[in-house]
């Protein structure tokens, strides 16, 4: 087999001769020679050979592998995100990577297929050579729990306490999980660039308020449909069902009532960063959203996968040890497992949950026309200094000198252009604006010139 | 997380504690210095660091992962089959075997998913580091291609010649694919073990006999009705059509011309190997052609997936490469791989090609009540030595006193006891069964005592 | 595209012109009129086509054939165990059907990929059509979980009780679901069949016997290790654990235990048909036990994957319509589901279990040279019938008139002549073999002849 | 089981009294009569039931529903790109269209190996129900491939000429057939779309132009190098292998050469739709190529796709029917099936072909700032109207008055304005770009001020 990237145009004869000139080969760059000679049964070596304990090493091999390009692709997308403002020319790749991770999560719940071909009998014979059992421990697995957010308060007590004794030995290796656990992780940088969606700010297009408005109207109107409704007992489920509902809206309104969500680990996002995130859903279809909404998605394939695989994790043990326990005192390690399936472990909860806070699609706050255009223009930051700079003007200056629109006299008022102050100081979700926010388009703030 | 193998009945605290006691632990055990340290992006050295390089080594490494442990299954097989007869208590664990080497295959069918992520712009980055690019080879892929049957004389020509000057310089991997190539393929194998399927002895059940009867039988009667049809264009259709079946079924009888075919690759099968297998087929459902017949059918498995695996390839290769070619002279990678397609990389064909030769069922010749005991014997080689050894007797007396056939009115008499011989000494799963091959099998032979 | 089945022998010619002669086509031959007109859009009938409405319609369709074909599959296998005695002949398509079906829930879990490109938004704009939503019930996925074996006692309250509101106004379906719950399960059927494992007779190899001995040595030998123990913190701590451990397998040795665990739903198998599935699972490799160990095998298969399906199903629920929950009272549809993926939805749960209970290969007791035999042979009802009755002999006298022990001079006493019988009576895979729980077994007993 | 789409907040007493309302069910909704119903089996019907021919007509109903889908998805997306110039608001929604497409397609795969499950024997047992064989076609299949863009004149000839036969007596079917030959196919307005890509102007920044500058130069540098090597032999080799790089690029830049390779379907995109494509690879960073970027790729996975369907397919029938083949004359299925591998089946065959002229990252000509900007600019058609009419400008005019740059003094003069022209006149890959495009980045022309 010659590898994917065969040369296209070279001839049989060329292809051969090629190979003569040296040059990095296939087998040296792949470093086989580690690769291949990793591999040593602790069965064969005391003498009682036991096959399938081959198989046992190269998965878990190969899920060690897969877990490095997990994090590589998660500290990349981490780096990018740790800037103030995220060149949005970056998303495209973004994307590539995230959905990258999930089609190699994808691989590793299925790889489960595999290790299920080996029966409690087969591992029950080289087991003993693995102990202590529970020493067992993919420091990479723990490692990408953290860097993509799970924090050490919402694991289970066990999970939290004992890793200093699982990892303790690899100084290096413990240094790593420590430092992970103080880095922003990648749920971290996601709130801090949901909370500079444009179009929340407290001037401009005011979602949040909006957004309450629409939210209020909706309740109301319900309530006046089952008030009258006829049948007593209905109309009593009607309307405590109409209750929950506005408790549990008026748990994303009420700012403490989500910080105390957020304290008991059942929310994760600032509320400043829940709005962006409902913002982006809402508005998806405008350009400038179209890759953060496809962001928000493939982290809720990677929080489903992650759970998928400690899913079918779980189901291994069980069938390779059995889930039963009589009599009293300590949870088994199946339990244990079963217990880390808990939404708590799940990092980009919230972005699950907005599907509570929906509203349907015409109660849905109409984007002013401003609003529209700043979601379809996207900057990078050299564009930004540069365009600046051209003009001599200082970034404070600019902000109040936008306005090339003499061609639109009805725009000369300064209010409106402050609509665009938001707009620019936005540190970008999506990147911030400059100038070509031009000033026509300041000049149609919300309330005066909304378009459907 | 703890990996699949946590203990089970340990409480929180002896998990910790347990840890204590040093022992081998996860990241020893699975040498992971080795597996996480062996990716040197190579634009990283030469100081432009190209990002999907990683992925490339990565996806790469798991292959081989792969590959090391799919030959490792198929050496285990391969090995069990070199004997002269087959314990047919091994016959589970080499369906599981092969049945796991199918899944890792379809494994690696689906990785290319992950590869296709990468970008051909991405690639071009870094594929000069790489140069010769046609240098990449798997040196496994051969090997393991080599251990299934894959030919040298059947490759295609480039295929053939060069491998010297791809593994030339490792001499190790150079006399291992040597090697390949002269022991016996698992093709080769199946081929000798097939030919002692038991029933095709020119004593006892004369399957080849009875299955041509049924042939000559089905084409005459089919013969008959397409003489009668009327319309005059239609007859001479479905005469050619006969003619060619006819003619097919020919290409199985005479011996001549199978080997011909087998000469040109076509076929790969000796002759009674290719009845053993139609006879499996036939009689799949006696208990003892239950896992010879599954096997069969996960071998299949096994050459489709490989060649899917080789089409995924050559998908990705155009992908990432291109595949138009202008000019003259030369085939581009992507028309070599293509033409690596070929039916004559499919060392089990005839095991595909044996739905030609099936029948209906109800013209299926009917099991003697003899062979059908045969089929629902297994034994053991221990059995075996250990009965004939109790008894006296030598094997070539044994084979000959099988004689209970008198329609067995007293049980007292050692005739009858006979019975239980070729259930305890039958050689094989689907071994040699000489013995039994026995003349008193021909007192109950298939003519004078049929069964349905 | 032609069909998977176009023929093979026709010319391009012949393949055109035979179609002008009639007979049953594609398209009416899958009733494609039916199938493909029955996606009607509500949102579109409304006048507010939501594009997605279609996506869900399909789908659901998709699922619902599957659906029918597992339970088609699934009621075929429960006829062919409904019998007194298992044709052994039927092995190979049980093990097939039963795969079959493990790879359409595998196709039905990744099926859930495709669900998941529809956002919440776009469910909630034809949500509203679909009430009462929670009417939204698969009949056919009710059904097929009371023929697996899920008792209506273990179920959810909710789950329990409410099926008749949701399927109580189509008749036929009610009355099938109720018809569901009085036939025995697959789970059931599966328990009747172990109980009836060759060599759990009281008489004759007594498995449970010897394998409770082998328990006990191994337990005797552990405590002996763990008492000399010297730091006294630890030694308590491997004591407490042993402990559990032979109140592990107190609870199997103890009906009353065993039988307690039965009533509250942990386990399901009789203590006979557990002692049949331990059997098979240690004695795997012998030929008679190859088919029904691949069978327990799938049948966790089945189990693991049921489960999978519910869980992606939670997954997909939380995503639409979100997890989270305000205030007090009542279950969300997320909560609800999350239950049913509990262990008592697991109907072979005592199949995962049994790793609990498996001894190292060292440890397991040898099987007597008469087992081994027994298991070595299988028999099919034609042959019993036969065999019998051309010897003019009841079943009664046919298990004494066997003698065949000559050879075998501590044999001589008609009891042992009855190991024989099972060779060619035997009267199933694993069927009753009421016959060979004779005598003359225990005269071979484990003491005095195993052999290796 | 509850389906996905439970309510959420219910309590279950709320579940189970809404039910009672009425309202439109799962079974009805779904209308499960006419899909459950749908499954006749022939041979039961003839008196002799074979068990495997419901799963032939479940999986095939199966494909069909999923066929249904993937029409519906493709003709939604069509339609988008029927106008004159494509709502950039729209992309998103086709990405996720195109991209469920995929998904449905890789299950569509991995669903052979559910049919698979059958053997060619059990096949055999109904085969001939289904006669004539040849007649199965899978109509919506053919009506897929032409709405993707499979040319009749592209098909092998059997796959040409016979489908009048095949589906010549379901009138609509032929009808819809015949339709979907003369509408625009994806494949078709895709071309056009690309023909539309900002930036191919002759105005403005002429990509086309700078790429065949870059190629040059490229060439140029390489034919020096090879020039230099000492060894004759090699430097022969090395001359060749340029030669044919420099035939292939003059395959693109020569038009006639090009259409030619149009002519024989060797490439299927007009000369500028090419260029356009191109362009996009290179510039896929840029926020306004994201999208178009995303929609390229996923094409390709859709045509790879299809391809591994029919390879998928083409393996199946190997396995039931054979593919030996003897005597003269005809094609037999399977090689019939073969045939339709060829790339002349791949609609998208360009976008494969593009990795040949991609150019390594620092050879890519560098954006213009302008062309930058236009780059980062969506616009709606909405906007576009209201700018112009808020104006009152036509449009005509509106080209030439974007001089607002009075601050770059230097841009004055009108030939970099002309820079603009294409900027709005370009149908809009991506939507046409509106005045918005401010004057300050006219300013620097390509050639004058291009930056990094």
């Known amino acids: 087999m010659a590898c994917p990237f065969a040369s296209n145009n070279d001839s049989e004869d060329t292809m051969g001769s090629l190979m003569e000139h040296g040059g990095q080969n296939y087998t040296s760059y792949l470093q086989l020679h580690k690769i291949l000679n ?3 049964l602790e069965s064969e070596a005391d003498g009682h050979k036991v096959h399938d304990e081959h198989l046992f090493i190269i998965i878990h091999q190969a899920y060690e592998l897969w877990f490095k390009q997990i994090i590589y692709e998660v500290d990349s997308v981490r780096e990018i995100f740790s800037v103030e403002e995220v060149d949005e020319r970056k998303m495209l790749e973004i994307i ?20 299920e071909t080996m029966t409690p009998l087969d591992f029950m014979e080289f087991r003993d050579y693995l102990s202590p059992a529970s020493g067992f421990q993919s420091f990479q697995f723990r490692l990408l729990e953290n860097k993509l957010g799970v924090k050490s308060e919402h694991r289970v007590r066990f999970n939290q306490e004992h890793y200093m004794k699982v990892f303790g030995d690899h100084k290096e290796n413990l ?22 969606t444009p179009g929340l700010d407290s001037k401009g297009f005011k979602f949040w308020k909006m957004y309450k408005r629409a939210v209020d109207a909706s309740l109301a109107a319900q309530k006046l449909e089952f008030d009258q409704e006829k049948i007593e007992a209905k109309k009593k489920q009607l309307l405590d069902a109409w209750k929950k509902r506005q408790e549990l809206f008026n748990s994303i309104f009420d700012t403490s009532i989500h ?9 994760r ?47 291994l043990v069980q069938r390779m040890i059995g889930s039963q326990q009589i009599g009293t005192g300590g949870s088994s390690g199946y339990q244990y497992l079963r217990s880390t399936l808990s939404d708590r472990y799940k990092v980009f909860i919230d972005l699950f949950n907005l599907s509570t806070f929906l ?22 930051h050299a564009q930004k200094g540069r365009t600046s700079a051209a003009r001599g003007l200082t970034e404070e200056e600019e902000d109040f000198s936008l306005d090339d629109s003499d061609d639109l006299p009805d725009d000369a008022d300064s209010p409106k252009k402050l609509e665009d102050v938001p707009c620019r100081d936005a540190p970008a979700v999506v990147g911030t604006l400059d100038s070509e926010a031009s000033g026509s388009v300041v000049a149609n703030g919300p309330e005066t010139s909304t378009e459907k």
Chains 1, 2, 3, 4 share one sequence.
């Open 38 to 40: 990793a591999q040593r």
């Open 96 to 115: 590539k990577r995230i959905h990258r991770v999930t089609l190699i999560l994808k691989l590793c719940v299925d790889q489960f297929l595999i290790l």
């Open 175 to 196: 240094h790593r999980i420590q430092e992970s656990e103080r880095e922003p992780s990648l749920q971290e940088l996601l709130a801090k660039w949901l909370e500079r």
């Open 259 to 267: 910080n105390a969500l957020v304290a008991r680990g059942e929310r």
């Open 269 to 315: 996002l600032s509320h400043q960063a829940l709005q962006g995130a409902l913002m982006i859903s809402f508005y998806r279809e405008e350009p400038r959203f179209n890759q953060p909404y496809q962001l928000l998605n493939l982290l809720m394939d990677v929080d489903s996968l992650m759970t998928k695989w400690r899913y079918n994790h779980v189901m």
């Open 359 to 380: 509203l349907p699609r015409d109660s849905i706050p109409t984007l002013t026309r401003h609003m529209k255009h700043r979601l379809s223009v996207h900057e990078t």
